[in-house]
């Protein structure tokens, strides 16, 4: 078995002060190491000093070999006052007391050993004590205690900039609505004048560029006379970006019916994919118009109880197809009303139709529309169309029959398909009806 003894280099000044400096020498390597640690200063190893300063650090005891201090460790187990059970440890709280007591800075522990380290002559003429470079490999840190932390601790945030897909670069969070819930009335158009219009406004987090915005309105239903259930015909709404780009999503649609009175309801939720890829921070701004007279004695105004806008993460249509084929239709039956004069004042009698897409499509080209009808004579009809972006397109007027397979929608061409439509078919000569069977929106 390598016996390691542990080296106290001790130095005594005239005044009888005591300085040390420590290493570690293994078997082979003792006479190199004795070499290394020798005392440049004018004082010598004092026995007792050296003793002392190794019982002091928790060694068997220590004797002179020529200027250098050799400490003993025990070869069984440590002196009933060691504070150890682990043969041949050093006590790194005596260790400390002991270096300092000769005159070093302190002392640690390293693979039980004590050193010391730090010290200075106590003449300073003689100068600091410094041990020559031997070479060979310093001598290990101290090795860690357990009782205090030597790297600050990992507090659970991000090391580094990541894409966690909820918070963004700038701080914001996707997916967080917006909203404005003060309340708003848009009074009917008057008898005489122009439109009138509201707008309301939110601001969104700086968040970088989006793919979609999603738009929720709550507005209630109407009713003239409070009996009469009432369209949303006479309205119009958009959203203008922070850009200054305006998208009309609601253009003079009825709305969806439902209950038993069958009031006409807003439709709400839009995704409106026409920002894609644009920054989404900043001022939107929601705008709702009248164009027409609703109420012929009181007044049909409409509430804005609340509305909110959602920032959607780009992530979640990262994958999107927006030149993906499009065919959206709907296959309900519905009548066309005939040309009647006889059952008021207007002989026409326009039946609408209504059509939501929701597919995050653009049309790479011109998209169209697709009309199946059992009218006997189309030649009778005019068909409208309102996109969803708000225009307005007459795709048939009392052309001579039959229908094409698809009608263009040039107005619409490299547009965003996504939204709400509505046909409207009108029958221009009395005595034929028929019916709509099915009409399509496609692209791509």
């Given at each position: 078995?390598?016996?390691?003894?542990?080296?106290?280099?001790?130095?005594?000044?005239?005044?009888?002060?005591?300085?040390?400096?420590?290493?570690?020498?293994?078997?082979?390597?003792?006479?190199?190491?004795?070499?290394?640690?020798?005392?440049?200063?004018?004082?010598?190893?004092?026995?007792?000093?050296?003793?002392?300063?190794?019982?002091?650090?928790?060694?068997?005891?220590?004797?002179?070999?020529?200027?250098?201090?050799?400490?003993?460790?025990?070869?069984?187990?440590?002196?009933?006052?060691?504070?150890?059970?682990?043969?041949?440890?050093?006590?790194?709280?005596?260790?400390?007391?002991?270096?300092?007591?000769?005159?070093?800075?302190?002392?640690?522990?390293?693979?039980?050993?004590?050193?010391?380290?730090?010290?200075?002559?106590?003449?300073?003429?003689?100068?600091?004590?410094?041990?020559?470079?031997?070479?060979?490999?310093?001598?290990?840190?101290?090795?860690?205690?357990?009782?205090?932390?030597?790297?600050?601790?990992?507090?659970?945030?991000?090391?580094?900039?990541?894409?966690?897909?909820?918070?963004?670069?700038?701080?914001?969070?996707?997916?967080?609505?917006?909203?404005?819930?003060?309340?708003?009335?848009?009074?009917?158009?008057?008898?005489?004048?122009?439109?009138?219009?509201?707008?309301?406004?939110?601001?969104?987090?700086?968040?970088?560029?989006?793919?979609?915005?999603?738009?929720?309105?709550?507005?209630?239903?109407?009713?003239?006379?409070?009996?009469?259930?009432?369209?949303?015909?006479?309205?119009?709404?958009?959203?203008?970006?922070?850009?200054?780009?305006?998208?009309?999503?609601?253009?003079?649609?009825?709305?969806?019916?439902?209950?038993?009175?069958?009031?006409?309801?807003?439709?709400?939720?839009?995704?409106?994919?026409?920002?894609?890829?644009?920054?989404?921070?900043?001022?939107?701004?929601?705008?709702?118009?009248?164009?027409?007279?609703?109420?012929?004695?009181?007044?049909?105004?409409?509430?804005?109880?609340?509305?909110?806008?959602?920032?959607?993460?780009?992530?979640?249509?990262?994958?999107?197809?927006?030149?993906?084929?499009?065919?959206?239709?709907?296959?309900?039956?519905?009548?066309?009303?005939?040309?009647?004069?006889?059952?008021?004042?207007?002989?026409?009698?326009?039946?609408?139709?209504?059509?939501?897409?929701?597919?995050?499509?653009?049309?790479?080209?011109?998209?169209?529309?697709?009309?199946?009808?059992?009218?006997?004579?189309?030649?009778?009809?005019?068909?409208?169309?309102i996109g969803a972006d708000g225009s307005e397109t007459v795709v048939?007027?009392?052309?001579?029959?039959?229908?094409?397979?698809?009608?263009?929608?040039?107005?619409?061409?490299?547009?965003?398909?996504?939204?709400?439509?509505?046909?409207?078919?009108?029958?221009?000569?009395?005595?034929?009806?028929?019916?709509?069977?099915?009409?399509?929106?496609?692209?791509?």
């Amino acid at each position: 078995m390598r016996r390691v003894w542990t080296r106290v280099l001790v130095a005594t000044a005239a005044v009888g002060a005591a300085v040390c400096a420590c290493a570690v020498a293994q078997g082979d390597d003792e006479s190199d190491a004795r070499d290394a640690m020798r005392d440049d200063g004018e004082g010598a190893c004092a026995p007792s000093a050296c003793s002392s300063s190794c019982l002091e650090s928790g060694m068997a005891g220590g004797h002179c070999d020529g200027d250098e201090c050799v400490c003993e460790p025990w070869d069984g187990g440590g002196p009933e006052d060691a504070g150890t059970d682990v043969p041949g440890s050093c006590d790194p709280v005596r260790c400390d007391q002991a270096c300092r007591e000769i005159g070093a800075a302190g002392g640690s522990c390293v693979d039980d050993h004590c050193h010391c380290g730090g010290a200075a002559d106590a003449d300073a003429d003689v100068g600091p004590d410094v041990l020559p470079d031997d070479g060979a490999a310093d001598a290990p840190p101290p090795p860690d205690d357990g009782t205090t932390e030597d790297a600050p601790a990992d507090d659970g945030a991000d090391d580094a900039a990541a894409d966690d897909g909820v918070t963004d670069d700038a701080g914001g969070v996707w997916g967080l609505p917006v909203c404005d819930t003060t309340a708003a009335t848009l009074p009917d158009h008057p008898m005489l004048g122009g439109a009138t219009s509201i707008s309301r406004s939110v601001t969104l987090p700086a968040l970088g560029n989006g793919r979609v915005v999603r738009l929720e309105l709550t507005i209630p239903s109407r009713r003239m006379s409070s009996v009469i259930p009432v369209p949303f015909d006479d309205l119009r709404a958009s959203l203008r970006s922070p850009d200054g780009t305006t998208r009309t999503f609601w253009f003079h649609f009825q709305g969806d019916t439902s209950g038993m009175m069958g009031d006409y309801q807003f439709f709400t939720p839009w995704d409106l994919p026409i920002w894609w890829d644009r920054p989404v921070g900043g001022t939107w701004t929601l705008t709702l118009q009248d164009d027409v007279r609703t109420g012929l004695v009181s007044a049909v105004d409409t509430q804005l109880t609340a509305w909110c806008l959602t920032p959607v993460d780009p992530a979640t249509h990262a994958t999107t197809d927006t030149g993906a084929p499009l065919r959206a239709c709907d296959s309900s039956s519905h009548a066309i009303s005939d040309y009647d004069c006889d059952s008021g004042s207007s002989c026409e009698h326009p039946v609408t139709f209504q059509l939501q897409v929701t597919n995050l499509v653009r049309a790479s080209g011109t998209p169209s529309l697709v009309l199946e009808t059992t009218h006997a004579d189309v030649s009778q009809l005019r068909v409208e169309l309102i996109g969803a972006d708000g225009s307005e397109t007459v795709v048939w007027n009392r052309g001579a029959g039959p229908l094409p397979a698809s009608l263009a929608l040039s107005a619409m061409t490299g547009a965003w398909m996504t939204g709400r439509y509505q046909l409207e078919v009108t029958d221009m000569v009395a005595g034929t009806t028929g019916s709509l069977s099915r009409w399509c929106i496609q692209a791509n």
